[in-house]
């Protein structure tokens, strides 16, 4: 059965860091994309970070580069998203969602973490909240 479980989701003071890990079941990542992704309240779900198969390929949205950082663990079949200067603005429910990818190709991660390509599979989420 094809699984993905995040877990590392917690209430945290703004500054403070955090580990998302994105956990896959009954397949490997390695034929994947996997990306980040974040619904906070009465807003659109949108793309944190991505990372292509054999981790060649990262993209960061602009609010959370140079802050947040993406790598893969292949032998674990985890993903793994460091959260570094958490903002309030970081609040909200953390997806992890895996998009099937044969060609390495910058494009294709694009629009996997811009929603213009929905993921295969999707975990059920993990919830942030940065407050004082």
């Known amino acids: 059965q094809i699984q993905l479980t995040e877990s590392g989701g917690d209430l945290v003071q703004p500054g403070g860091s955090l580990r998302l890990s994105c956990a896959a079941s009954?397949?490997?990542?390695?034929?994947?994309?996997t990306g980040w992704f974040r619904q906070a309240p009465g807003k659109e779900r949108e793309g944190v970070s991505c990372?292509?198969?054999?981790?060649?390929?990262?993209y960061y949205s602009d609010s959370v580069k140079g802050r947040f950082t993406i790598a893969t663990n292949s032998a674990k079949n985890t993903v793994y998203l460091e959260m570094n200067n958490l903002k309030p603005d970081d609040t909200a429910v953390y997806y992890c969602g895996v998009l099937e990818m044969g060609r390495i190709d910058y494009n294709l991660i694009l629009k996997f973490c811009s929603g213009d390509y929905d993921a295969d599979h999707w975990g059920k989420g993990t919830p942030v909240t940065v407050s004082s």
């Open positions: 990372i292509s198969r054999s981790d060649s390929i990262t």
């Open positions: 009954g397949f490997l990542l390695d034929n994947y994309a």
